[in-house]
């Protein structure tokens, strides 16, 4: 397996995910170029982007890009948001927000950082969530986003095909702030057996060191108890 994980742009990597998986590519020798509102702990390229503002997630890619000679060797989408309630309760804009951060975000991204990867041979790996292949009440806008990325990273894997290679990776629910500042109706239980984000961002890794030719094609990463798979 190759271990040169090069330069990773990596979306919310402030934080959860993301920033478990800057932290793994940095153990690796790599570098993660971080893309979110907030500033990630790690000392690493970053700049600041609503994933909502396409047209900012371009220069935001570009600007990174810059800052290590143009080479780009990897995207994670890690970035996301949710907006939990029944269709008629949700906020329209809130609801929107969520398609908004998490699909067309992700679109975004990897737009940008195409023409990179394509010079580099490098790789995509997508984030959606065992809610983007199950859907539940009072998800709508999380399950249509993830479920879009689901179907957005198979075709994006046939698009790209012996050029840049793409891993959808779908994982489970995480011990990370994303269920703060929910009702509590919409929050794990306190027994619920969630994954560690380290453990997650290392699957990450391993589809970004994949050798040339190979390719780690869709991923279900949870804790062995996960309610929501299968």
Request: proline share 5%; glycine share 12%; net charge negative.
């Amino acid at each position: 397996m190759n271990t040169n994980i090069g330069n990773v742009i990596i979306t919310g990597g402030a934080s959860g995910l993301g920033a478990a998986t800057v932290e793994a590519v940095v153990r690796q020798g790599g570098t993660p170029l971080v893309l979110d509102r907030s500033t990630p702990a790690a000392d690493v390229p970053y700049r600041c982007v609503d994933l909502a503002d396409t047209g900012a997630v371009e220069t935001a890619v570009a600007a990174l890009a810059d800052q290590v000679g143009g080479v780009v060797n990897g995207v994670f989408t890690a970035g996301g948001t949710d907006a939990c309630g029944k269709l008629a309760d949700v906020p329209v804009k809130d609801w929107e927000r969520v398609i908004h951060v998490n699909l067309l975000g992700t679109v975004a991204v990897v737009r940008a950082a195409l023409p990179y990867l394509r010079s580099s041979g490098g790789r995509i790996v997508t984030c959606a969530s065992t809610l983007g292949v199950k859907a539940v009440s009072d998800a709508t806008a999380y399950c249509a986003s993830k479920f879009g990325v689901v179907g957005f990273s198979r075709a994006l894997a046939a698009e790209l095909a012996g050029e840049v290679g793409v891993t959808l990776l779908i994982p489970g629910g995480m011990h990370t702030a994303f269920f703060d500042g929910r009702d509590e109706q919409y929050k794990p239980p306190a027994d619920a057996k969630l994954n560690d984000p380290a453990n997650v961002a290392q699957t990450v890794l391993f589809a970004l060191s994949q050798p040339a030719g190979c390719e780690i094609r869709e991923l279900v990463v949870c804790a062995s108890t996960e309610s929501s798979w299968p």
